[in-house]
């Protein structure tokens, strides 16, 4: 079965420091990776997505992913994190087919000090 | 252009009573998936519906049950509420079936069942 695993509940960094956040997840076949945001108070919103291609992936906000296909890993970065960062970040993943449903990591809470 | 609405916001049961949560989809959307997301946890998915019809079930069980309406806007149904079905319930809805269409999350409905 699919599962996906991230491996911080709660990361907290000042301002300008950089983020990475882990992700992994277990899936044997083509897989499409997403990170979703919930910023408190709003909507879970898509960060970025990869289905194929260059395994660097760009997104919105200065927020970047890499794929790592030897290592089931989709990390998400960003080289100076903001106030604004604050938020909860979800690794989900999607195998191929024609079933659109997510599998989430069960979330890293991302608090950022001014 | 509409977003994703959900309804009510927050719901309170009792144990053994039954729900009914409302989603409207963004114009334009025909694929309605529900997900529950519980304290702490990534969402779960639920099911999906697409043109009316279920296309794709999660582990859970047959308590959980859902309508789509010829203008896509879904239900989902809980029969003899348990304690451990207190999460929120987010619905996403996406152009078509295909996996490789973005889906777009509505705020959530809060069930408390008590």
């Known amino acids: 079965a699919q599962s996906v695993s991230q491996h911080n509940h709660h990361v907290i960094l000042s301002e300008a420091a950089s983020l990475e956040l882990g992700c992994n997840y277990s899936?044997?076949?083509?897989?499409?990776l997403f990170w979703y945001v919930q910023y408190p108070g709003q909507h879970l919103q898509l960060l970025l997505k990869?289905?194929?291609?260059?395994?660097l992936v760009k997104g919105i906000k200065g927020f970047e992913a890499e794929f790592i296909k030897s290592k089931f890993s989709f990390n998400l970065r960003k080289p100076s994190v903001q106030w604004s960062d604050t938020a909860e970040y979800f690794c989900?993943?999607?195998?191929?087919?024609?079933?659109?449903?997510?599998?989430f990591g069960k979330g890293t809470k991302l608090s950022v000090k001014p | 252009e509409t977003g994703v609405t959900q309804s009510p916001t927050h719901l309170i049961k009792t144990r053994g009573q039954q729900v009914t949560l409302r989603c409207s989809s963004q114009s334009g959307h025909n694929t309605v998936s529900w997900y529950q997301q519980a304290l702490g946890q990534g969402p779960q998915f639920i099911f999906q519906?697409?043109?009316?019809?279920?296309?794709g079930r999660g582990n859970f069980p047959p308590r959980f049950s859902g309508l789509q309406f010829p203008n896509y806007s879904s239900e989902l149904n809980v029969n003899a509420l348990e304690l451990d079905d207190s999460a929120l319930y987010l619905c996403?809805?996406?152009?078509?079936?295909?996996?490789?269409?973005?889906?777009?999350f509505g705020p959530g409905t809060r069930l408390t069942v008590l």
């Open positions: 996403a809805s996406s152009l078509d079936q295909s996996s490789y269409n973005e889906q777009f």
């Open positions: 519906y697409y043109r009316e019809e279920e296309n």
């Open positions: 990869y289905f194929s291609g260059d395994p």
């Open positions: 989900a993943v999607r195998g191929g087919g024609s079933q659109g449903n997510l599998i």
């Open positions: 899936y044997g076949g083509t897989v499409n």
